[in-house]
């Protein structure tokens, strides 16, 4: 579970030896530790043609105190140069303004100056208005365009740096300070490449240091890896939590809820009556469903035993639909709810050995695009979040030599952790990020499979 490589890779001796052979060079990535407060540390250089840079412009002092411009006089702040200013830590470019081909040329202008400037683990958010949204055919390319770039940018910027386009709806300029305090903090290390789209929403957060205070969230599996994690991400920001898993993991089970102020629910998610028992379960109801448990058992179609199939069906697939409108129907979800459903980068690419699974995991994506519109009228959001290779038990379990493969063949050359998945679970969690549903968020370090 752990990557030896990325400590060797980062050692004096490793680190020359690595040169020297040209082998990966992976940064360890910063990650959010407990007690942070200001979510960029460090400079942040705002830039760009539109209207969305003065909405950051008017919360920017709150993600950081080094708020700089590229234009000389732009946005009323002081001027940066790669020369001159200190080393960049987050960069914000409105591209919403960009309406033709010729306009696409300041991209290269504000990055190519930004790129000689960079600090660790540099974020970078370019802000677009979605294609769809636009009459115009010209300005639509333009801003369609900007997925090119911004995927490829995530591949070119190294340092553990990552590169996000948000498409941000009329009426949604609102909800910019909650996507930017997740995508330009070390709460998205491992995200990069993404497309999201925000929309008008009225929920808002009212304390960034517990947004989720107030609130009862159920996570499933959630006995060990990604889903512990998620459990212990969403009480740190201030959810109380409601575990379950499997009743052979009730010790690991009621522990981790010990610890975390929470309640264990030891339940298999496919028994017959797994429904009406966890709506006893939650007699006050729920406002946050995390569908995380899941398991793998691979197998070539050609090989695949109706046992292998079903099971990753009913756990991974049949489960969080059954749950959820169990949920619903008694009533236990409450209005303005969070539903996130944990799919897999293989539910997108497709993987050897694995239709069952990433079948099982493209229908997730499938059931949040399908229920996000009938689920909105009641402020509910559905999501789902695909990660990668990420260190678990799960990968654990992996041979070596493929297991090695799958943590290197990404743009940050490692493996994500938990963490990682979690941290993108809890924005999705939050009051404001009814913005976002129906959609997809990767965390998988820019994967080559399907990125
Ligand atoms: N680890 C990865 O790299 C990775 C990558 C992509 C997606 N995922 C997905 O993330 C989720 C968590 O993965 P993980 O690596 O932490 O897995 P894990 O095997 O470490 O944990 C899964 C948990 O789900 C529980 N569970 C399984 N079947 C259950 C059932 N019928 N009822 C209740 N609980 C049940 C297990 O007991 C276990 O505690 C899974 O949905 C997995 O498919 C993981």
């Not at 930004?114 to 949204?133: F, N, Q, T, W, Y």
């Not at 009938?374 to 030599?401: D, H, R, W, Y």
Request: charged content about 20%; overall charge neutral.
């Amino acid at each position: 579970m752990t990557d030896r490589y990325i400590a060797f890779a980062n050692s004096n001796v490793g680190r020359r030896l690595v040169g020297a052979f040209g082998l990966p060079a992976p940064v360890r990535l910063e990650r959010w530790s407990a007690g942070r407060t200001r979510p960029v540390d460090g400079a942040l250089l705002l830039g760009g043609v539109g209207n969305l840079g003065e909405a950051v412009l008017g919360f920017s002092q709150r993600l950081t105190d080094a708020v700089y411009a590229a234009v000389e006089g732009q946005y009323g702040l002081p001027r940066w140069t790669a020369e001159h200013g200190p080393k960049l830590k987050a960069m914000v470019f409105d591209a919403s303004g960009l309406a033709g081909f010729d306009q696409l040329i300041e991209l290269r202008n504000f990055f190519q100056a930004a790129l000689k400037g960079l600090d660790l683990c540099p974020h970078v958010v370019i802000l677009g208005r979605a294609p769809e949204s636009l009459k115009d055919p010209i300005a639509a390319s333009v801003q369609r365009s900007l997925e090119g770039f911004s995927r490829s940018l995530g591949k070119e910027i190294r340092r553990g740096g990552n590169v996000q386009l948000l498409y941000v709806g009329k009426g949604a300029e609102d909800q910019l300070e909650g996507a930017l305090r997740f995508f330009l903090s070390p709460k998205s290390a491992y995200v990069s490449g993404q497309v999201i789209r925000l929309s008008a929403y009225a929920g808002q957060v009212q304390d960034w240091s517990r947004p989720l205070v107030g609130k009862r969230a159920l996570v499933t599996g959630a006995a060990r890896g990604i889903g512990a994690a998620i459990a212990e991400t969403l009480a740190r920001d201030g959810a109380e939590v409601v575990l379950l898993d499997v009743p052979p993991a009730k010790d690991a089970l009621d522990a981790l809820a010990a610890r975390l102020g929470g309640q264990g629910v030891a339940l298999d998610i496919c028994a017959p009556d797994a429904g009406e028992k966890l709506v006893e379960a939650l007699p006050e109801g729920v406002d946050i469903v995390v569908h995380n448990a899941g398991i793998t058992r691979d197998k070539t179609v050609a090989k695949m035993s109706e046992a292998f199939w079903s099971s990753v069906i009913d756990v991974n697939l049949k489960a969080p639909q059954v749950l959820t409108q169990a949920l619903l129907d008694a009533g236990k979800l409450h209005d303005d709810g969070r539903v996130v459903l944990l799919a897999s980068i293989s539910g997108i690419a497709g993987n050897l050995g694995q239709t069952n699974y990433a079948m099982s995991k493209a229908g997730l994506i499938g059931l949040a695009q399908a229920w996000a519109p009938a689920l909105g009228k009641k402020g509910i959001s559905i999501n789902a979040v695909a990660p990668g290779f990420i260190e678990t038990q799960m990968t654990a379990a992996i041979p070596l030599t493929i297991r090695e493969a799958g943590r290197r063949m990404n743009s940050m050359g490692q493996g994500g952790l938990p963490q990682d998945v979690a941290e993108a679970v809890a924005w999705f969690a939050q009051p404001g990020s009814g913005a976002v549903s129906g959609q997809v968020l990767r965390v998988c370090g820019q994967s080559l499979l399907g990125a």
